[in-house]
Every structure is written in structure tokens, then in C-alpha cells.
């Protein structure tokens, strides 16, 4: 199994940032892909942004709203990833879920895993 741990949610201010790692363990073979999720109360759960492989190509998504004001990135050797929020909002609050699309056997097709989510409030 694969476990995923988040950390660095909290309160924080308008224009203020926030920085969030999740780190992944467990029986990990391969990640095709890593990345945050987020559900405001009432709403969906959303891609906020994510490291994605297409065959040999590897890319990053980021949802509109966060585009040049997010940014994730990843520490291969430590199976993390993590996400700079700068310029938050009220609008980005909600429960930042971490996400990760892994292999644990081989051969087998991957599955999709998700951290215990963690709060981002964004107020004055």
C-alpha cells in the first residue's frame, strides 16, 4: 500500500502564501503522477495542480484560477511534491487533497491513492 502525508495547510491572510508538501511511502514501484486536489465546502473536489506522464512525456497542469500565482513541484528522490500558493484569496479555500497515480506491482495497472487532506483558510 502507498500512504500519503500532507502538511503546511493553515490560516493565512489575503495576498499571503502557504507552502504544502505531501510525501508518499509505502510499496512504490512507480509514480506516473503526483499532484493537489482541492474541495471548497458545497462544491466539487478539483485539479489545482499536478505532474502527469503521457508515454515518454512528462508535463504539468495547473487549473486557471491558480495559473502564475501556484506552483508545484517534486523531490523524486524523496517521493514529495509540493505546492506554493502565493497570492492566496479567500476563494482558495477549501481542503487541499494530495494525490498520487502509483505502481505497486509490476505489471499491474497503477492506482490512484489520496492523502488525508489538509485545511487552507484564506481570511482576514
Known amino acids: 500500500q502507498v500512504q500519503l502525508v500532507e502538511s503546511g495547510g493553515g490560516l493565512v491572510q489575503p495576498g499571503g502564501s502557504l507552502r504544502l508538501s505531501c510525501a508518499a511511502s509505502?510499496?512504490?514501484?512507480?509514480?506516473?503522477?503526483m499532484g493537489w486536489y482541492r474541495q471548497a465546502p458545497g462544491k466539487q473536489r478539483e485539479l489545482v495542480a499536478a505532474f502527469r506522464s503521457g508515454g515518454s512525456t512528462n508535463y504539468t497542469t495547473y487549473a486557471d484560477s491558480v495559473k502564475g500565482r501556484f506552483t508545484i513541484s517534486r523531490d523524486n528522490v524523496k517521493n514529495t511534491v509540493y505546492l506554493q500558493m502565493n497570492s492566496l484569496t479567500p476563494e482558495d479555500t477549501a481542503v487541499y487533497y494530495c494525490n498520487a497515480d502509483v505502481v505497486t506491482i509490476p505489471t499491474f495497472p497503477s492506482s490512484d491513492y489520496w492523502g488525508q487532506g489538509t485545511q487552507v483558510t484564506v481570511s482576514s
Open positions: 509505502g510499496s512504490i514501484l512507480i509514480i506516473n503522477g
